[in-house]
């Protein structure tokens, strides 16, 4: 299975942030998996953003929730982050991930940089 992150790598404030993971080797509707957005910020941990499982539910973190949306599009196997008004703390290394509950993140895109800064 591979993971790949796409979408520019600077955004301006106020803007929405959108990032694609295209995934190959294998489908985003395979029973039991969940896909997932997670970042980490310079000099700190890493964040899970949001989740889609393979039925398409959803989990978005409580402090992102106002401002986070994910999609998927089955046809083409990729989902889609957005992040609304961001600042420059959205400044991150935004990395697309594959896991189940039982086995946690098996599989990682390279991790997108994403700077915010006008």
């Known amino acids: 299975v591979q993971l790949q992150e796409s979408g520019p790598g600077l955004v301006k404030p106020s803007q929405t942030l959108s990032l694609t993971c295209t995934v190959s080797g294998g489908s985003i509707t395979s029973n039991f998996y969940a896909w997932s957005w997670i970042r980490q910020p310079p000099g700190k941990g890493l964040e899970r953003i949001v989740s889609?499982?393979?039925?398409?539910?959803?989990y978005i973190s409580p402090s992102l929730e106002s401002r986070t949306s994910i999609s998927r599009d089955t046809s083409n196997n990729q989902f889609t982050l957005q992040l609304s008004s961001v600042t420059p703390e959205d400044t991150a290394v935004y990395y697309c991930?594959?896991?189940?509950?039982?086995?946690?993140?098996?599989?990682w895109g390279q991790g997108r940089q994403v700077t915010v800064s006008s």
């Open positions: 889609i499982t393979f039925s398409g539910d959803t």
């Open positions: 991930t594959r896991g189940t509950s039982a086995s946690g993140y098996d599989y």
